[in-house]
Each structure stands twice: as C-alpha cells, then as structure tokens.
Antibody, heavy 119, light 110 residues
C-alpha cells in the first residue's frame, strides 16, 4: 500500500530556513508524483507544492512561490521541502502525500510534521 | 476564503443520509475531476473519493460522489457515529496550476 514518514519540523524564527524530509517505503517511489500539503492550527488543508515523478514538472502555491523548493531523491526514496524566509503564517502541520496513478487523488499520506515559526 | 466552497457544517442522525456540496468554477471542478478526503481530529487526511465518484479499496459503498458542471457532492448513507469528521473536496485548478481545497465541512452525528 505504501508508507510515508515526514521529519524535520520544529520551532524556527521568522526569516530562517528549515528543510523537511518525507521518507517513502513499501512502494516504488520513483513512479509517483508527490505533494506537500499543510494545515495551519485549527484551519483547513492548503496545497503547497507538487513534483512529478522525475522532477521535470514542479508547481507551487502562490503563498510559498520563490521561498519554498520541492525536490526528491529517487535513489533514497525521499521527498524534500526546503523552506526559506519563513513567516509566522507558515506555521502548520506539513504533510507529504502520494498521488494515485491515473488519478488526481492523494491516496497515501504521512502523519505530518509540525513547523512553528515564532520569535 | 477557499477557492472551492463547502458548507462549514453538516449533521445527521445515525442511519440517515447526508450530502455535502462543493462549488467551484470552470477552471477547477468544471474541467477537472473532484476528490474527497476525510480527516479525524489529530490525524492525516484520508482519500475517500477520487475521479468524482470512485472509491479506493476499503472505503465502504455508503460513501458516494458525484459531479455536475462546476459543482460536486459527497453523499453518506447509513450514517454512523464513526463518520463524524471533517470532509474536504479538492480539485486541480488550471488557472492557478495547483490543487485547490474546499474550506472543509465538519460533520456531526447527532
């Protein structure tokens, strides 16, 4: 079925950087497009970024464009989110998720990692 | 304010049928497929419906999805207490080049 495990969250000051990782197992990671989705405390879901299986296509939400970079290492079965110039409004639980092949739905999600941006 | 519009809350009694609506535009629901997720407090979202009306394996057939024009709906029949959760619709948006989510609907089983 597949498993995703995020790591790298924590407390960081505004303007600083953080890199999140998402380790994949139990499926062929290199075959799948991968997404980052976040959820601010008490709020709804917000899409952050997507990368195609081979990194040839990447898209970002307007709110993070120019500050966040999604990447992947298919040899290590790992997805990354480099977050620079962090703002207080970036405080959220960050989830990585796998897109179902042949569909738009995200069928496997990690447990999430909390990023808190605060001085 | 979310690109896709959902009612903030819905409710029903055990055994009842409830529907949750999701309204979008021609750049998202009108031209793309709709997915539905549900989320229990403190847990990750889970895919409930994909490609407008398809259920992943393991999702009971009490859950069904439909789409018409720029709107979509999720129906839950035979409501159970464990269905109490937040429900989100989502679709790709061709104008934004990204996924747009509804604001979420909190379902309460009375």
């Amino acid at each position: 079925q597949g498993q995703l495990v995020e790591s790298g969250g924590g407390v960081v000051q505004p303007g600083r950087s953080l890199r999140l990782s998402c380790s994949a197992s139990e499926f062929t990671f290199s075959n799948y497009a991968m997404y980052w989705v976040r959820q601010a405390p008490g709020k709804g879901l917000e899409w952050v970024a997507v990368t195609s299986h081979d990194e040839s296509i990447k898209y970002y939400a307007v709110s993070v464009r120019g500050r966040f970079t999604v990447s992947r290492d298919n040899s290590r079965n790992t997805l990354y989110l480099q977050m620079n110039s962090l703002r207080t409004e970036d405080t959220a639980v960050y989830y990585c998720a796998r897109r179902k092949i042949g569909a738009d739905g995200l069928d496997v999600w990690g447990q999430g990692t909390l990023v808190t941006v605060s001085s | 304010q979310s690109v896709l519009a959902q009612p903030p809350s819905a409710s029903g009694t055990p055994g009842q049928r409830v529907t949750i609506s999701c309204s979008g535009s021609s750049s998202n629901i009108g031209s793309r497929t709709v997915n539905w997720y549900h989320q229990l407090p403190g847990t990750a979202p889970k895919l409930l419906i994909y490609n407008n009306d398809q259920r992943p394996s393991g999702v009971p057939d009490r859950f069904s999805g439909s789409k018409s024009g720029t709107s979509a709906s999720l129906a839950i029949s035979g409501l159970q207490s464990e269905d109490e959760a937040d429900y989100y619709c989502a679709a790709w948006d061709d104008s934004l080049n990204g996924v747009v989510f509804g604001g979420g609907t909190k379902l309460t089983v009375l």
